[in-house]
């Protein structure tokens, strides 16, 4: 195996009360940490959606690897269809219905889960499903206070490299 080419940084955020550290194959800088800020900010969710606001994934207590990426891989199918499923809610009006919240409240994926639960029980069908757009929408937001955390820009002050 070959040596890969990394670099080992971390940045100062205030808001985070601890520096963060990034290993990259790119030369860090202000904007890699910019980067890796967004993507933070997008999967979090998810992680919480499969361990357990969604899925309690926790609670399969699978530890094969070979049964967990199988698991996973469902997983992500029925995420996909729930998302698409929430798309038409959204699409048609419908999102009040199930979301109670004044600000958007529930992720996409709680709301297209929500839509499934209700369609079983009435026994309706699914609906054909909406097209998902090619940019995510905001996170989901409970409150205000919530939804001017999501809105906060993250900037570092400094960022040291410890490999080159």
Known sequence: MQDIECHLATAHLALAGEPWSVLSDVP??????????????????????????????????????QALNCLLMLLAAATLIAIAVAVVVVAEGRRKMLDWHSQRGLSFL???????????????????????????????????????????????????????
């Open 28 to 65: 860090p800088s202000l904007q890699t940490f910019e980067v890796y800020g967004q993507r933070f900010g997008g999967i979090e969710p998810h992680f919480k959606d499969y361990k357990s606001a969604a899925f309690e994934l926790i609670r399969s207590h699978l530890r094969d690897p």
């Open 110 to 164: 709680q709301l297209g889960l929500r839509e499934i639960k209700r369609l079983c029980y009435q026994h309706l069908p699914i609906p054909s499903l909406a097209t998902l757009a090619q940019k995510s929408p905001l996170p989901a937001a409970a409150s205000l206070k919530k939804r001017a955390q999501f809105e906060t820009r993250i900037e570092f002050s400094r960022v040291t490299v410890f490999s080159t």
